[in-house]
C-alpha cells in the first residue's frame, strides 16, 4: 500500500504489479473474542471511525418506532390490537436475548 503496489510473487518474474484508482474500506470489532489487533503501521492508512454501543433504552425506543410504523403499514393483513399491545415486550425481550448472548 505504501508504495502503490505489490509484488507478484507467483510468477517467476517477480514483477512489480501497480494498483491504481482503489479505495480501500476496511471494518472490524475491538480486539479480543478471537479479533485481532492490527499494527499501527497498518492502521495510519485509514481514518478511523468509533462508534459507541446504543443503550438499551435508545435501542427501545428506535425499535418500537420501527416496529410502530410495520404495524401502520400493514393494509392487506392488518395487525389486531392484541398484536400491537406486545410491540414493548417483544422489543424488550429481544435486546435481553442480544444483551444475553453477547455475555
Given at each position: 500500500?505504501d508504495?502503490?503496489?505489490?509484488?507478484?510473487?507467483?510468477?517467476?518474474?517477480?514483477?512489480?504489479?501497480?494498483?491504481?484508482?482503489?479505495?480501500?474500506?476496511?471494518?472490524?470489532?475491538?480486539?479480543?473474542?478471537?479479533?485481532?489487533?492490527?499494527?499501527?503501521?497498518?492502521?495510519?492508512?485509514?481514518?478511523?471511525?468509533?462508534?459507541?454501543?446504543?443503550?438499551?433504552?435508545?435501542?427501545?425506543s428506535?425499535f418500537c418506532?420501527?416496529?410502530?410504523?410495520m404495524?401502520?403499514?400493514?393494509?392487506?393483513?392488518?395487525?389486531?390490537?392484541?398484536?400491537?399491545?406486545?410491540?414493548e415486550?417483544?422489543?424488550?425481550?429481544?435486546?435481553q436475548?442480544?444483551?444475553?448472548?453477547?455475555?
Amino acid at each position: 500500500m505504501d508504495y502503490g503496489g505489490w509484488y507478484d510473487i507467483d510468477t517467476s518474474e517477480r514483477d512489480f504489479r501497480y494498483i491504481m484508482k482503489v479505495c480501500y474500506v476496511a471494518a472490524m470489532g475491538p480486539p479480543g473474542g478471537g479479533r485481532n489487533s492490527i499494527t499501527n503501521r497498518y492502521v495510519r492508512h485509514y481514518n478511523i471511525i468509533y462508534v459507541e454501543p446504543y443503550s438499551d433504552s435508545s435501542l427501545n425506543s428506535i425499535f418500537c418506532n420501527v416496529m410502530e410504523w410495520m404495524y401502520r403499514s400493514a393494509t392487506k393483513l392488518p395487525y389486531g390490537a392484541n398484536i400491537e399491545k406486545l410491540k414493548e415486550n417483544i422489543v424488550s425481550a429481544t435486546i435481553q436475548v442480544y444483551n444475553d448472548v453477547q455475555k
